[in-house]
């Protein structure tokens, strides 16, 4: 309401004219996006075969704890995003940052003869 009140006084005082006194009005009346809420879960999928012997790994992990997320995949998971160019450094420091919602990486592969997938998404 205060700024409505503003931009009459300076329609009142000559300062600006009825057309940019319209276009401020506008400009205020017009509801104002929310925030985004962060994401909140670094969601971690894998599907692989560790020394011969099958792995599955389903981990959500706060963003605050996506560190340790290194812990949590197998060898053959690490040496799959390497060789896909996926540097884990560099994807947990952009989630440190800040990155939207969605798929972070999505890989379908084969590992020794043996199935490889893996999925990192921020919800």
């Given at each position: 309401m205060e700024e409505k009140r503003r931009i009459l006084e300076m329609v009142r005082s000559g300062e600006i004219g009825v057309e940019e006194a319209l276009a401020l009005l506008q400009?205020?009346?017009e509801p104002r996006p929310r925030a985004q809420i962060p994401a909140r879960l670094l969601r971690v999928r894998i599907q692989a075969h560790d020394k011969g012997k099958p792995v599955r790994v389903h981990?959500?992990?706060p963003l605050a704890l996506a560190e340790l997320l290194e812990?949590?995949?197998p060898e053959e998971a690490k040496l799959t995003l390497e060789d896909r160019g996926v540097h884990l450094k560099d994807l947990l420091r952009l989630v440190r940052e800040g990155v939207p919602e969605g798929k972070l990486v999505?890989?379908?592969a084969e590992e020794e003869g043996n199935p490889v997938q893996v999925l990192v998404e921020v919800v």
């Open positions: 400009a205020v009346e981990v959500n992990l812990k949590f995949l999505e890989i379908e």
